[in-house]
Every structure is written in structure tokens, then in C-alpha cells.
């Protein structure tokens, strides 16, 4: 009886396997490398690769198959598209909006079901609700803190008089006390180590979440928790979220204080609320819209999302100003003509006018953008050209990192060159994404440009840059990194600390 039963479930298995087959080989119609059964071709060319050589692997990709081409593992399909013509139509449609669901489920430890990750209904849902907080009258707001935490980080940077500084860690803690004093409404103890813990906590996460993703064994939740690398990454997720969870209870017994001491209800409209208070106030004037659990989802992704992109961006704009006096000299001749006082904490209308330093900022997003992938799951046959179709259930890759260095719309692509963003000059719309584009476009854009101008402005009225580290290797990952340090020199302007 037994031996029948496996004798059935094998021929099941094999059936069901020759289905697969099948089904593997007459879909696999796009170019790309060869590969083997059920493991497809990521096996040999992607399982097997260091996270530091994915972009040239890829980039090899590019060159022999053209920018459409296929990857497959699991019978999973990833269709890589690397021209702003092919983008436009995923990044434009209403539908295929679901972030790519296998590859994000590495996500769901640290994000839960966070604006990031969340699909359908939940995401249209949350997304309404909390695009007003990030609202430029509201933004404005921010300008006079994250210029105090500059001047901080400014202070620690020129005490180091003159000596090579890796400056990493530093500018990780600015964006995460920036985020909390201004999105949370809670201002940080710089001598608290935990905030220090919460920063390395966050970074070895995303770590943690590339590798499982190149250990194809790591995949099962069981597996993964009772191994090394799982356990270590589950208690840096403890670790974040017991942070999390420290600032919402701080910034909340304030809340009820306030509410208490004025004995009425706070407006739901107050102009100039931190985001944390807004998700407050809806949790205590429309119960159940937003629930305990519901702000901790945006709170905590917010907190990640709000800090690690700014700073790798800050990292990689010291990296490329230190190593382009002439950029840094024109930065700061704007920025005399425009605030004429290297004291002076400048106004939203003063940001506006920051045309050279805006440039500068995108050039560095464009050579270095934060996010260098992003993935959506096809749920409906999307046409991105006159000839190809890509069908319902594949995954369609934006490799951003090449979308920005495509010859076609680039002059000299892995040249620094802030001059192509001079207003006026056509930009193919697609050609450009370090914020993605479209429905599932970065919230809080307005909010991270608002903190690049105002840090980078106190900085070089106060700092002149040289170089240590004069060349970088980006390292794939959540956010792109550079895989060695990068360490500068900082001197007062004019000899003056």
C-alpha cells in the first residue's frame, strides 16, 4: 500500500515536472545567458557572483543582449529592461503596480506591510493618507532643524582638523536624528548609544537580506531562522523595531500631554504637524482607520526609508565634491550670492533659488542612485514596445542604476557632469529615476531634496573638501554603496572654524 501511494506521488511529480518543462521552455523567448532546468540561468550567473560584482556581471549582460533581456530561477521569469522607452510603460501603467512579490518577501521581516511592500487596496489606501504630510508647507518646516543637525555634523567634521575622516557613520547618524526630529517629532540623545545600535542594526539588515538572497537554500522562513546568518538578521530586526516602537511611545505620551493640557481634541488639519502626529491624531479621531499596528508599519518604514537613502547620497556627494574642487567652488560662490553669510539659515524660497547645487545633487543621484533596482510583478499583459509583450506573472526588472547610464541619453555616462541638469536642457523623463516614476513613486522626494540642499549648503559655506579616497567600486545592495570606505579631509573656508 505504501509502496503504491509513492509510487504515485512520483509519477505526480514527474508529470507535474515535464509540465514545467515544457511550460519553461516555449516561454523562454527573450535573450539572455543559457541555463539549467528549474534552476534557470541564475544559477551559474547570478547565485554564484559577489554582491560587488553584479553591476559589471549585468552590465556584461547588457552589452551582449541588448537592454531586454531574460534571467530565470525557480521558473521565475525576470525581465531586465534598461531604456527609458521600454521603462516608460511599466513605470507609467495604473496596474502593474505590485512590487515584485518574491523577491520583496525578504522585506516583510523588517517592513511588515509598510507602504513599501504593501499591494491592492492597503497601499492605494495608505498612500492617500499619508501624502499630506510630506506636503511642501509643511516640508518648509524642517528647514531651521535639519540646519541645526548640519552645523552639528559641520562642528565634528572640522574638529578632526584636517585629518583623513571616514565620514560614514557620521552622516548616518545626521539623516537618522534629522528623520526623527522632523518626520517624528522626537529629538534624539546624541550621547544614547542605542541610536548607534539602531544605525548598524539597519544597515547589516539590508545585508542580511542581499545574502539570503544569493543562498537559494536560505529561502524557507525555517531554515533561515535557525541558521547564523538568519539569527543575526531577525535580532537586528528586534533591535530596530524595539527603537521603532521607543519613539512612538515618547512621541505619543507627548501627544496625549498636549491634548489633556488643552482639553479638546487637535485638529486633524494642523498645518505643520510632524508625520508621526498625523498618524497620531487619525488613530485618536478616526478609530480604526489607523491602528497601533498600522503606525508602526509606516513609522518604522519611514524611519529606515527616510534615513540610509539621504545618507548613502550625502556619502557618495563628499565622495565626488572632494574630488572636483572646481564643482565645490562653484557651489559655494551660488550659495554667497544667494545667502550672502555663511551663518545665515536659509529659507524655502532660498533653496529654490540653489540652481548649481540642485544639478550638482542630481548628477550624484544619476552616477549613484540610491535604490539600483527595483522589480514589479506583472499582473496584467503589459506591451512595452511595438513588438514585445511581457506576460501576465513575469517580473520586470528596472536595473535604475543603467537606465541612467544609457548611451543613448547620456554624453560620457560615467562622467560626473552637474552641467546636464542646466534648466532648460530636454531630459527624456524616463531617462532619470532616483526616485522611480509614477503611482509608486518615493513619497518623501520633496522632503529628501529639501535636506540634500540645506545639509549640503551649511556644509561647503563652512567646509572645503579634499580627497582621500579617490575612486569608488558601487557595491549592489538594498541601497548602492561604495564597497570601501570613502575618507576625505576637511579644512574651514576662509580660516575660519
Not at 416 to 425: L, V, Y
Request: aromatic content about 12%; overall charge positive.
Amino acid at each position: 500500500m505504501m509502496m503504491s501511494v509513492c509510487l504515485g506521488l512520483i509519477c505526480v511529480l514527474l508529470v507535474a515536472l515535464a509540465g514545467f518543462l515544457a511550460k519553461y521552455r516555449k516561454q523562454s523567448t527573450l535573450p539572455g545567458p543559457r541555463g539549467i532546468p528549474f534552476f534557470g540561468n541564475v544559477w551559474n550567473h547570478i547565485f554564484r557572483t559577489a554582491p560587488k560584482e553584479i553591476l559589471p556581471k549585468l552590465k556584461r549582460f547588457i552589452n551582449k543582449y541588448g537592454s531586454i533581456f531574460e534571467l530565470r530561477m525557480f521558473g521565475i521569469h525576470y525581465v531586465f529592461v534598461s531604456e527609458p522607452e521600454l521603462v516608460k510603460a511599466l513605470l507609467s501603467s495604473s496596474t502593474n503596480v505590485t512590487k515584485g512579490r518574491f523577491e520583496y518577501s525578504f522585506f516583510r521581516p523588517l517592513f511588515h506591510d509598510g507602504l513599501i511592500v504593501s499591494e491592492g487596496k492597503k497601499w492605494r489606501s495608505r498612500r492617500k493618507i499619508l501624502e499630506p504630510s510630506f506636503h511642501f508647507k509643511i516640508l518648509k518646516k524642517s528647514i531651521e532643524t535639519v540646519s541645526r543637525n548640519a552645523e552639528e555634523f559641520v562642528s565634528h567634521l572640522l574638529n578632526s582638523g584636517g585629518e583623513p575622516t571616514e565620514i560614514e557613520d557620521m552622516i548616518y547618524l545626521l539623516t537618522l536624528k534629522i528623520i526623527c526630529e522632523t518626520a517624528m517629532g522626537v529629538k534624539l540623545n546624541t550621547k544614547d548609544e542605542q541610536q548607534n545600535d539602531y544605525i548598524k542594526a539597519s544597515k547589516m539588515s539590508h545585508d542580511g537580506m542581499v545574502y539570503r538572497f544569493f543562498k537559494f537554500w536560505l529561502y524557507p522562513d525555517f531554515i533561515y531562522r535557525h541558521c547564523n546568518a538568519g539569527k543575526m538578521f531577525f535580532k537586528c530586526v528586534d533591535l530596530i523595531h524595539n527603537f521603532t516602537n521607543q519613539v512612538i511611545r515618547n512621541r505619543k505620551e507627548l501627544f496625549i500631554a498636549e491634548k489633556n493640557g488643552s482639553n479638546c481634541k487637535v485638529s486633524t488639519k494642523k498645518e505643520g504637524n510632524a508625520f508621526l502626529d498625523n498618524l497620531l491624531e487619525l488613530e485618536d479621531s478616526n478609530p480604526g482607520l489607523f491602528t497601533e499596528s498600522d503606525i508602526f508599519e509606516e513609522v518604522n518604514t519611514f524611519m529606515i526609508a527616510g534615513h540610509n537613502p539621504s545618507a548613502a547620497t550625502l556619502n557618495f556627494l563628499h565622495f565626488l565634491l572632494a574630488n572636483h574642487p572646481d564643482v565645490q567652488e562653484k557651489i559655494y560662490n551660488e550659495q554667497m550670492e544667494i545667502l550672502g553669510d555663511e551663518k545665515k539659515i536659509p529659507t524655502a524660497q532660498d533653496l529654490q533659488k540653489m540652481i548649481y547645487l540642485e544639478m550638482v545633487i542630481k548628477e550624484t543621484l544619476r552616477l549613484y542612485p540610491t535604490i539600483p533596482f527595483q522589480s514589479r510583478l506583472i499582473v496584467e499583459d503589459l506591451q512595452i514596445d511595438e513588438k514585445i509583450i511581457i506576460p501576465a506573472g513575469h517580473n520586470l526588472v528596472v536595473p535604475i542604476y543603467f537606465v541612467h547610464r544609457s548611451k543613448k541619453h547620456w554624453d560620457n555616462p560615467e562622467e560626473f557632469i552637474p552641467e546636464r541638469f542646466t534648466p532648460g536642457n530636454e531630459i527624456h523623463p524616463f531617462s532619470f529615476l532616483p526616485f522611480s516614476a509614477g503611482p509608486r513613486s518615493c513619497i518623501g522626494q520633496k522632503y529628501a531634496m529639501m535636506e540634500l540642499k540645506t545639509i549640503m549648503s551649511t556644509v561647503l559655506r563652512k567646509c572645503w573638501l579634499e580627497p582621500v579616497t579617490t575612486s569608488v567600486t558601487p557595491d549592489y545592495g538594498i541601497i548602492l554603496k561604495p564597497a570601501e570606505s570613502i575618507i576625505v579631509k576637511a579644512f574651514p573656508r576662509n580660516g575660519n572654524q
